[in-house]
């Protein structure tokens, strides 16, 4: 028998556990599945009977060593054993390894192959099931906390089944989202948009009799599809939010930002320095500061001029 500790996981198939021995299991070398089967049973059947028999199990336990695959297209390989001796496949628990490998982050959504030792096994992990069973769970540890905090305590098993639900919860995997937005606001300065006043208007509730809807009871769940749209129409609305300003005199403001502040910018002494002796992270960086001394200048002369049209204006009329 293997020495040390033995890691598992238990699961179950509507009912059916299955217990995968993760490590501590035997060397049972690199041959063939079928081959390390008959290892397993001449030389290691004390660690079969100790896993999956009393006191640790039962004779409704399927347990499940996972090893190296010879096939290469399989994400693990897997021998299949009970209270009385070794299975070639067993259906719930290959369902039982497949969640244990997404559990354990293995595995993600998709086609996966498990080699036994009677072939290789092709299962499929449905992400919209996982987020299904999620919420579910999540549905039914909130309506029985509440039911169970103003009703009589009647039903052991729920009160097991909510105990247990809200330990695994925090265990379960989040679906993973791609992020179709991934490079899109590295590529846009946000710090040139500004946040500007649409409308206001108060928020109240009526003063009037109303009935507030119970907490739903259903769970259910799915991975939500990505809101898309095309590229042209996403920045069409963002400018036409965030972008557009009503300039007085649009051509001068046109001349500004087009060559006067890129000369301005250009001819900084700081900036040219960094562009010639510097790498590519801090010229950027001393491009932004001179960008930043530029627009302060223009601002300033622009407030000195205003300043002094108001006092000019302020002596001829007194």
Avoid at 21 to 32: A, C, E, N, Q
Avoid at 258 to 266: L, R
């Amino acid at each position: 028998m293997s020495s040390g500790r033995i890691h598992v996981i238990d699961s179950h198939t509507g009912g059916e556990p299955t217990r995968v021995v993760i490590s501590g299991g035997p060397d049972l070398g690199f041959d063939s599945l079928s081959v390390r089967l008959e290892r397993f049973r001449t030389e290691f059947d004390d660690f079969r009977s100790a896993v999956v028999n009393e006191p640790r199990g039962s004779d409704a336990v399927v347990g499940a060593l996972l090893c190296p695959p010879v096939d290469e297209s399989s994400v693990t390989g897997v021998i299949f054993f009970n209270n009385v001796g070794y299975l070639g496949m067993c259906g719930h628990g290959t369902i039982g390894v497949i969640a244990t490998l997404a559990y354990l982050n293995r595995i993600g959504p998709g086609s996966h192959h498990i080699e036994t030792p009677v072939g290789v096994v092709e299962a499929q992990l449905d992400e919209d099931g996982q987020v299904e069973f999620k919420a579910n769970a999540k549905s039914f540890t909130r309506t029985y906390d509440f039911l169970a905090s103003i009703l009589p305590y009647t039903n052991a098993e729920w009160e097991k089944l909510s105990i247990f639900l809200n330990f695994l919860i925090p265990k379960l995997p989040a679906p993973k989202e791609e992020d179709l937005s991934k490079g899109i606001l590295e590529a846009i300065d946000m710090d040139s948009y500004r946040v500007e006043v649409r409308a206001a208007m108060p928020i109240g509730l009526a003063d009037a009799d109303a009935q507030v809807e119970p907490v739903p009871t259903s769970g259910g769940g799915r991975v939500p599809e990505p809101d898309l749209d095309r590229l042209s129409n996403i920045l069409r609305v963002f400018n036409d939010q965030f972008g557009n300003i009503d300039w007085k005199d649009a051509d001068k403001i046109r001349q500004v930002i087009a060559e006067e502040i890129p000369t301005k910018v250009a001819a900084d002494k700081a900036y040219q320095n960094a562009m010639q002796h510097s790498d590519k992270q801090n010229a950027r960086i001393e491009h932004d500061k001179a960008l930043q001394r530029v627009l302060v200048e223009l601002l300033s002369d622009h407030t000195e001029l205003s300043s002094s049209s108001a006092t000019t204006q302020r002596s001829r009329s007194g």
